[in-house]
């Protein structure tokens, strides 16, 4: 069964330094990937997905992530952090022709000091 | 409508308590997925509905939940004799079609739900 680990809980960085959250995942094809964004009282929002084709994904609000298949890694990064990116993030899989049946990571809760 | 709305957004219910959850897709979204989110955890599946039918409902954790959906609208799930492990938070998300990532899913701000 595939599965999806954020090794990281908790994540602390200051307004203005880079960001990097990282996602491992565990399936023996290559899936898709997703990182998602979800700030207090909202729904999950999208900020970037991979399918196939070039392995550095641009989102919104400046992230970007990395597909590295022989590390099972999609790591989500952002070069500058600011304060409303203060959130959780959760990395997502899906088996190709799983259909949109997501297998979630726990989450990273960032925190952004000023 | 324009996003994909849920009601309550909060429920406190008694232990034993039956309780309704709703969820209202985008407009033309003919797939809509249940998640539930307890506390420090990941999202998990509890089932998905293309159109009226449920292909995929391995999620559910017990015979106590159900859920159903009226066409390609309003879906409710349905929690009976809740307990405290029930407790969590309870996302819907759409999308238009059940096709492999080709589709991204619109998700629901949730229905918080406390069991006392």
Redesign the interface.
């Given at each position: 069964a595939q599965s999806v680990t954020q090794p990281d809980i908790h994540i602390t960085v200051s307004e203005g330094a880079s960001l990097e959250l990282r996602c491992n995942y565990s399936y023996g094809a290559t899936p898709y990937l997703f990182w998602y964004v979800q700030s207090p009282g909202q729904g999950l929002q999208l900020l970037l997905k991979y399918f196939s084709g070039d392995t550095l994904v641009q989102g919104i609000k400046g992230f970007e992530a990395e597909f590295k298949r022989s590390q099972s890694s999609f790591n989500l990064r952002k070069p500058s952090v600011h304060w409303s990116d203060a959130a959780e993030y959760f990395c997502a899989v899906v088996a190709a022709g799983g259909g949109n049946k997501l297998t979630f990571g726990t989450g990273t809760q960032l925190k952004v000091e000023l | 409508g324009a996003?994909?709305s849920q009601s309550p957004s909060n429920k406190v219910t008694e232990k034993g308590k039956d309780v309704e959850l709703r969820c209202d897709p985008i407009s033309g979204h003919t797939?809509l997925?249940w998640?539930r989110q307890r506390l420090?955890?990941?999202?998990?599946?509890l089932i998905?509905f293309q159109g009226n039918s449920a292909p995929?409902k391995s999620g559910l954790p017990s015979d106590r939940f159900s859920a159903e959906r009226t066409g390609e609208s309003v879906s409710t799930l349905t929690i009976q004799r809740t307990q405290q492990e029930d407790s969590a938070v309870y996302?819907c998300?759409s999308?238009l079609e059940?096709?492999?990532?080709a589709?991204?899913?619109?998700?629901?701000?949730?229905s918080r739900l406390t069991v006392l």
């Open positions: - | 996003g994909v797939a997925y998640y420090g955890q990941g999202l998990e599946f998905y995929d996302l998300a999308s059940h096709v492999s990532g589709n991204v899913l619109t998700f629901g701000a949730g």
